[in-house]
């Protein structure tokens, strides 16, 4: 029986409104039937990976990590394997065995040997692979906690340290010029926006001041040269032919110490993201500290000079495009599971080598 409202409605308002119930309940059944297809496929493809896993341990007598020990080659391609595999287990302590602490580790290889029913006399080799591996694992995940608990505390003009970490960063950069006063328009002079650089820190925190006096201390020589090209870009180590091919008759710098906070956040994102995977597990045989993370942020800071300058931005005002540019392309570079982004670089050079 119709109500009084729907009687008095004009038909073309009824047919309306019959149409968009009957648009509603297709959308809700489209949906409703995409999400069971995917949850379908989901357990299947589980089950299908389950079965596979089954197989291949009974045709090669190794179970999945005995096969990527055995079949990769150390670094990021091997870790991120292990990675993948001990997350996806079913097995509880294999999925818990990537948040150990380091000191856990070895008993967690045993117990690992031990569900597994591997003989460590028989496969000495493995348990040192996962050990690696797990190193590695274990490492990243604290060091993206160390790094933001630096992000996380405020730079303080009433801490001692603060101020001489501070201080430092001057004297690295301009060993030749006193600073007449903390608060000076001095601070300019190396990239701040005011008088008073701890304004500039609240971003980042402590993390971008850590970053840019590690880079100024260990290698002093590469960033006064990037200091000095950002102040002045035309009198960068390009050559005048150089300059004229680019036709850089009209470089733009930017603000080194602003620049470095960003160049920070890119940093901070790129290892939250887990996209840094790849570098740390190829450059570090072990964990990955946060020495790893600056010397890292000062391959960035070379880099991104040297990608500002081949872009030749008309104004300041290009800065967010040309950052966006250069964060896609060291996250393409990245993906390459045998990269390492800083094996030419003068902060690098030690640590390549270990």
Request: glycine fraction near 4%; aromatic fraction near 10%; charge should be positive.
């Amino acid at each position: 029986m119709e109500t009084r409202g729907e009687h008095t409605l004009p038909p073309c308002l009824r047919e309306r409104q019959l149409l968009k119930h009957y648009s509603i309940g297709r959308v809700l059944s489209f949906v409703f039937h995409r999400m069971l297809i995917q949850v379908c496929l989901y357990f299947y493809c589980k089950f299908l990976w389950r079965c596979l896993k089954f197989v291949m341990r009974k045709l090669t007598g190794r179970c999945e990590l005995q096969r990527i020990c055995y079949n990769t080659k150390p670094g990021a391609s091997r870790t991120m394997k292990i990675e993948t595999s001990l997350k996806d287990s079913k097995s509880k302590l294999l999925q818990t065995s990537v948040s150990v602490h380091f000191d856990a580790i070895e008993k967690t290889i045993e117990d690992i040997m031990e569900l597994k029913k591997i003989n460590p006399d028989i496969n000495p080799q493995l348990g040192i692979s996962l050990q690696a591996c797990l190193l590695q694992i274990v490492g990243y995940r604290n060091l993206i906690a160390d790094v933001e608990k630096l992000r996380r505390e405020p730079y303080d003009s009433d801490n001692p340290q603060h101020e001489e970490m501070l201080l430092k960063l001057w004297k690295f950069l301009k060993p030749d010029t006193p600073l007449e006063s903390r608060i000076s328009k001095q601070w300019c002079e190396i990239g701040f926006q005011g008088d008073d650089p701890k304004t500039d820190f609240r971003g980042m925190g402590l993390l971008g001041l850590y970053n840019l006096q590690y880079f100024a201390e260990r290698d002093a020589t590469a960033a006064q040269q990037v200091l000095s090209d950002s102040l002045h870009p035309k009198c960068s180590k390009f050559s005048k032919a150089e300059w004229e091919k680019k036709r850089m008759d009209k470089a733009i710098g930017y603000s080194f110490a602003i620049v470095g906070i960003n160049i920070t956040d890119l940093a901070y994102n790129l290892l939250v993201s887990g996209a840094l995977k790849t570098h740390f597990y190829n450059i570090a045989p072990e964990a990955p500290t946060l020495s790893h993370f600056q010397q890292t942020f000062c391959y960035l800071m070379h880099e991104f000079h040297k990608f500002w300058i081949e872009e030749d931005p008309m104004d300041i005002m290009e800065f967010n495009r040309v950052r966006e540019k250069f964060r896609k392309r060291i996250i393409k570079q990245l993906q390459n599971p045998d990269m390492a982004l800083c094996p030419h670089f003068a902060a690098s050079e030690g640590l390549i080598n270990m």
